[in-house]
């Protein structure tokens, strides 16, 4: 690793100067001994786009959950966050705009803006870098599958834990197609759908997809019931033109926006008051309540813009895909979560705007029959920023409580490096902070499969990556009203860190042997790596930005996925220990050095074992699945940042030998389904349960998520004559209590809840 100065970001020269240098290539690798283009790529529900192409999942050697659009729409699942309710091992929470999602028990906690995440999301093959947004609204899906375990190699940056992949319906080539839908719930939900799809001509296709939700918050706002926080909302479009100018060639064009605006990922309460602050502030733990005393809420706009050209030839079939990524948020937040408006913090504006490339090349029909290959090269040039307001008004904080001075409060402000300033009960600090953190990344990889025997193939593949972090600007500007050395309401700039870069390249190598023992039945070993870069504190007060140490995962699993009692069981079993070296793990602290501070884990291990079984024959139109995940993860070493919850104050622990954080020993979900006949129509009925048992927001142990469980219903009723569905749906039946997020810092033990008891029923027109 480098570090030294910078002046200038210089990012757009990297992505132009090698962008056209490979497309350049590529294209003329791709363009000779053209083969026909199928005109119809419609997926079937096993079928994944695993290494980068498409292949049935009991043919794929890695854990896989593979939901098609209409599974995911029957079972009441809108976003990225619900998928945990019927994926064991995936764990998604929830911070304002912030998205952080384990799997496995792998995942990154943290929610500064500039931070990557430890899970890869695609979008239409589009990585998505910001971790903000991730669980925004699913849409118009065609699938959505959950690769589990380091996926390095072919999904390459930051699918440490595994990479979530998210394909929406494309134009079609066959006849018109539409899909519109309506639905209501309780807390007066109002959702709707449309999809319109069809060819222009014989080489041109067009759809264009929209999606509308609102609903009321299921929060109560406890100061005053008549008050309520802001509605979730959610509008967004897709455009998407399907292009094939020759029997070779098919060129994709998409643009993606949506809007959400929502306070129920806010942290809203302060459940348990630190004893530093329990004169000061107002504690409240009662589920589904708040109490803050500002209006929160967050709201964020994404937009994803790609270009893609699917060459076809006999020796090499080739991708390219180019795509650009916009994001901004808004975060109005209460920190010391209390009705006493002490201490307010925005995050305004938070910002990520991306350019990438990808190029991946496959084998095709010329060649050995034993070899299979894919490889190609990733080019990203990414900008994340973020800016903090931060209010701490000492006369709230005096209001209404006898005999309280300021003390606590400029011991904070003492910590933070600030103690010139002062607090008096007439006055208020303003600061703002603002980091930016510009990535340039480049990578090659490649994978090899080799069919040793009919029965028996090998895989070899590996990844280089090249990954260099500057972080352009780190500043705090200060404000103390009422203090005469800064004049009146002017910020000053009171401190200007310099540009600092980073540079880090790493090797992530995978293997594996596949054993087909007969035509429906196949064991397998993988060893897998995955690879996610350093990167800097971009948000400081008292201390000079500070880089982490990249992230790093081995893994091992021996998996077998098999079909008995011809068809109408499937078993996919699997058993697996992974280890990371200096994950990376948040502390949410003032008195850290800035609002929130990144620091490594040292090491980690977590060992599993996974089980999917399917049985269809009982009797005709029944189907019961189970799901299961078990896990045991440990910290190997780790000196961890947290606070003392008897002393309320920050201190270090030694976190070796603590279970690791949201890593519940097990996690499950069980599943009746069944499908009938009466008259014309076609019915499903079905039920389903999760189960968690539990597990730790932080490293050393003290903030829990207790088990729960949540049940759920669904019934359909489809016309074929009129192409008309009427369903019913209904999610967490039994009220089950779990979190968005739980967190201990400054003043207490803040969280969110997750949904209630949720119900809706509609109407689909789908023709």
């Known amino acids: 690793m480098t570090i030294k100065s910078l002046s200038s970001r210089g990012g757009a020269r990297f992505i132009a100067s090698r962008c056209w240098k490979v497309a350049g290539l590529s294209l003329a690798v791709a363009a000779v001994s053209p083969l026909t283009f199928a005109q119809s790529s419609k997926l079937e529900e096993v079928v994944v786009s695993a290494r980068k192409t498409s292949a049935n999942t009991q043919d794929v ?445 790493d090797f992530t190598p995978s293997a594996g042997v596949d054993w087909r023992y007969n035509d429906t039945s196949m064991l397998y070993y993988s060893y897998s790596t995955g690879f996610k870069s350093g990167n800097y504190n971009a948000l400081n007060i008292n201390a000079p930005p500070e880089a982490i140490e990249p992230e790093e995962a081995t893994s091992h699993e021996i998996g077998l996925k098999a079909d008995w009692l011809d068809g109408d069981l499937r078993t996919n079993v699997s058993v697996f220990t992974t280890t990371v070296k200096n994950g990376h793990a948040q502390i949410l602290s003032l008195a850290s050095g800035g609002v929130t501070r990144l620091e490594n884990s040292g090491e980690y291990g977590i060992d599993g074992a996974e089980a999917e079984i399917t049985y269809t024959g009982l009797i005709d139109g029944l189907r019961l699945t189970f799901a299961g995940t078990f896990l045991d993860g440990e910290y190997k070493e780790f000196e961890c940042t947290g606070f003392d919850p008897d002393t309320g104050l920050q201190r270090t622990f030694d976190c070796a030998g603590k279970d690791t954080v949201r890593t519940p020993d097990f996690s499950g979900t069980l599943d009746v389904a069944y499908s009938f006949n009466v008259s014309r129509f076609e019915g499903e009925v079905g039920v389903g349960a999760y189960y968690n048992s539990g597990f730790w927001f932080n490293p050393n142990n003290n903030v829990e998520e207790e088990e729960y469980y949540k049940t759920s219903a669904r019934a359909s009723l489809y016309d074929p004559e009129t192409n008309l569905k009427l369903y019913a749906y209904g999610s967490n039946l039994n009220n089950g209590v779990s979190h968005l997020q739980r967190f201990r810092q400054d003043f207490g033990v803040g969280e969110s809840y997750a949904r209630p008891r949720m119900y809706g029923v509609g109407i689909e027109y789908k023709y």
């Open 61 to 505: 050697s890695t854990s896989i959950s593979a939901f098609s659009g209409d599974a995911l729409n029957s079972a009441g699942i809108a976003d990225i966050k619900d998928l945990q309710n019927v994926t064991p091992g995936l764990i998604v929470s929830e911070m304002a705009s912030y998205s952080m999602i384990f799997l496995r028990g792998i995942g990154t906690d943290s929610f500064q803006g500039p931070i990557d995440s430890s899970v890869a999301t695609y979008i239409d093959g589009l990585y998505i870098t910001y971790t903000s947004s991730q669980a925004q609204s699913l849409g118009i899906v065609e699938s959505v599958n959950v690769f589990k375990g380091p996926q390095g190699t072919l999904y390459g940056r930051n699918a440490v834990g595994g990479a979530i992949v998210v394909e929406t319906k494309k134009p079609s080539f066959q006849d018109n197609e539409v899909l519109a839908s309506i639905e209501g719930g309780n807390y007066n939900m109002l959702k709707g759908k449309l999809h319109l799809s069809g060819p222009v001509n014989d080489n041109l296709a067009l759809s264009v997809s929209g999606l509308y939700t609102n609903r009321e918050t299921y929060l109560t706002y406890t100061p005053d019931p008549s008050q309520k926080h802001k509605d979730y909302d959610d509008r967004g479009y897709k455009f998407a033109a399907r292009w094939t100018p020759t029997d070779w060639l098919e060129i994709n064009a998409s643009q993606y926006k949506i809007r959400h605006t929502s306070a129920d990922g806010v942290p809203l309460t302060n459940a348990d008051v630190s004893p530093a602050f329990e004169a000061v502030l107002t504690e409240n733990d009662k589920t589904w309540e708040t109490g803050v005393g500002t209006e929160v809420f967050t709201q964020m706009e994404s937009t994803a813009t790609q270009l893609s050209f699917d060459i076809l030839n006999e020796w090499v079939n080739t991708k390219v895909l180019f795509g650009r990524t916009e994001f901004i948020s808004d975060i109005f937040w209460d920190f010391d979560l209390s009705k006493e408006k002490v201490l307010i913090i925005e995050a305004t504006p938070n910002t990520a705007d991306t350019d990438s490339l990808e190029i991946v090349f496959n084998s095709s029909e010329r060649g050995p029959d034993w070899l299979s290959w894919v490889g190609g090269v990733y080019l990203e040039d990414t900008f994340k920023d973020q800016g903090t307001p931060l209010y701490v008004d000492g006369l709230v904080a005096v209001q209404g409580v006898t005999g309280i001075d300021l003390t606590v409060f400029n011991d904070l402000l003492g910590e933070l490096g600030l103690g010139a300033l002062g607090l008096s009960n007439t006055e208020t600090v303003n600061l703002r902070l603002y980091g930016g953190v510009d990535t340039e990344a480049f990578a090659a990889f490649a994978e090899f499969t080799f069919d040793i025997t009919d029965t028996i193939s090998a895989r070899l593949g590996g990844r280089y990556s090249d990954e260099t972090r500057t972080i352009t600007e780190s500043y705090v500007d200060a404000r103390v009203q009422g203090l005469p050395i800064l004049g009146t309401t002017d910020f000053i700039r009171a401190i200007d860190y310099p540009s600092e870069e980073s540079s880090w390249t």
